[in-house]
């Protein structure tokens, strides 16, 4: 709502905490009045002239808000920023398939940003600046809508990377899912030692950091993709049966020291950075070609029939 | 040097890089002349009237270095700050015994410290403030060596923590060495997917930031470890079998979340907070009890039959 807002659009919210929308309404007034977003009593209110609803809640309270949003009439379009997206479009489709009046499109996304604290007063309008922003483009996602959202949110200055849903949750399984599990593992196997705690310091505080997370919010984003999880987390399992079979070698000094390389380099070439940007013609294979390279585009250009894409180059 | 020298010690410092050397001498011409360290042309120089020598080198330099010192008649003590116990103390073993001069007194030290750059001028005198120091209490140790390099050490501002060679590498493994092959393990699985290192965000970054540490470093931590890092490593493993099987479960969200909770519980108690401080007898058996229990020592008394500690508070 603030980056919207900010960005000069018109925006409506609803929260189903009244607390949430009291504090979002005085932080509504501390905002010059061309950037002022309204808060609605009802999700009926918020959504009776949108032209696109943004649905910022948890998976568990997808469907309950799905069904408001078909119940009032909504035939606008849809779009989302949960963090496992095969549910979200599975919930999606299920509506689509019952619902009297379908929902006119539904495009899956999921914003690579986030601080610590929660809550409205945490937004900050510059959150999104430079960040990956995944867009869903799967069978059923309409090119137009996509192109709508993607033009929307790249003017917001983020980086929209193109994926279909299962790719987004094989790619978030490694680099945010499984993590929270080796962060687990780690912090639980140093807690029986007291020794061990009172000696840690950087590698373990950085290692076991989203450990604290809180254990219902791991579980949402694991369990929800749970496949994907279990197939990272076996890649990453496979690799450290190798570093134990190089431990238990005749030099394991050597064996080591080959077997960090991969992992050394590729730490080394993160984060990658830009290419020079290019013209790419709107094709939804081209699109997914480039998200699957580790592109992404920054503009959509007014005819629609380009994109401003980027891809990475090799880091050091 | 810096940290001792500013605490009002003379300090005489030799290096193997005579480029080491002009940068620590133009240093030294920096600091006020009071606190101000020499560097000498030869190892034997610099320990010619020393009370202490400090082995501030890495483990395949140790034997080395220790024969330099026994050809020079050196018969003071000794201490070093090397990271892993275990095998310094059979290196300095494997000397008393040949040694025609036998070493007066070792004291295996290691400060839980660091920065992710090295070199002389990226030293930092108060580098060991709060800082917890490992210093070794095995059979071999004299008690009265202990008391004076734990004296010297907490003067400085650090915490020393007793603990055996044993104990320290079993700990060492799990906070430090372990977070290493887990941060390695998973940059390289996210390198096979552009996608996932353009989408990785602050949980990949953390969990994988030690991958950035040279090979070789990673490799003579861990293979100068290897029994107590295979230990660590099967307990890591074995949480993350009991994770895949909670995913794999009826209901992966409900098993996720019992199995997140040691870990989670774990680093909201860390780090751990210092209890009140005690007055506790000087004595092999208390001390070591004390290390074990998380606790670690502030002063040593000037009479040495007691020592200022503290021992950890349950957090949160």
Not at 15 to 35: G, I
Not at 73 to 93: C, F, M, N, Q, W
Not at 189 to 215: E, K, N, Q
Not at 293 to 311: C, H, P, Q, S, Y
Request: charged share 20%; aromatic share 4%; net charge negative.
């Amino acid at each position: 709502m603030r980056a919207l807002s900010a960005a000069g659009h018109r925006v409506l919210g609803f929260d189903a905490d009244p607390e949430t929308r009291a504090t979002a309404r005085s932080a509504a007034a501390r905002v010059p009045a061309a950037q002022r977003w309204q808060i609605t009593a009802t999700i009926r209110d918020a959504a009776a002239d949108a032209e696109l609803v943004v649905l910022a809640v948890p998976l568990p309270a997808l469907d309950d808000v799905l069904d408001a949003l078909t119940a009032c009439g909504y035939h606008g379009l849809i779009t989302d920023v949960t963090s496992v997206k095969g549910p979200v479009r599975e919930a999606v489709a299920a509506r689509l398939r019952r619902a009297a009046n379908p929902l006119a499109g539904f495009v899956g996304g999921h914003p690579m940003t986030g601080k610590s604290v929660s809550g409205f007063a945490s937004g900050d309008p510059a959150l999104f600046t430079g960040c990956a922003w995944v867009l869903c483009l799967d069978e059923a996602t309409g090119l137009d809508d996509w192109l709508t959202v993607a033009g929307l949110i790249t003017a917001l200055g983020a980086r929209v990377v193109p994926a279909t849903s299962a790719e987004h949750d094989r790619a978030v399984a490694v680099i945010s899912h499984v993590p929270h599990l080796l962060a687990l593992a780690l912090a639980a196997t140093a807690a029986s030692d007291p020794l061990a705690l009172t000696l840690a310091a950087g590698s373990f505080r950085d290692g076991t950091r989203v450990a604290g997370s809180r254990p219902e919010l791991v579980a949402a984003m694991c369990g929800g993709n749970a496949a994907a999880v279990l197939t990272a987390l076996g890649d990453v399992q496979e690799r450290l049966d190798e570093a134990a079979k190089a431990l238990e070698g005749r030099d394991p000094l050597r064996a080591i020291r080959d077997w960090a390389k991969d992992g050394h380099a590729a730490r080394q070439a993160w984060p990658p950075a830009p290419g020079r940007p290019e013209q790419v013609p709107v094709r939804v294979e081209t699109l997914l070609r480039l998200g699957r390279a580790g592109g992404w585009i920054t503009e959509v250009a007014a005819d629609r029939r380009t994109v401003t894409a980027f891809l990475p180059v090799e880091g050091e």
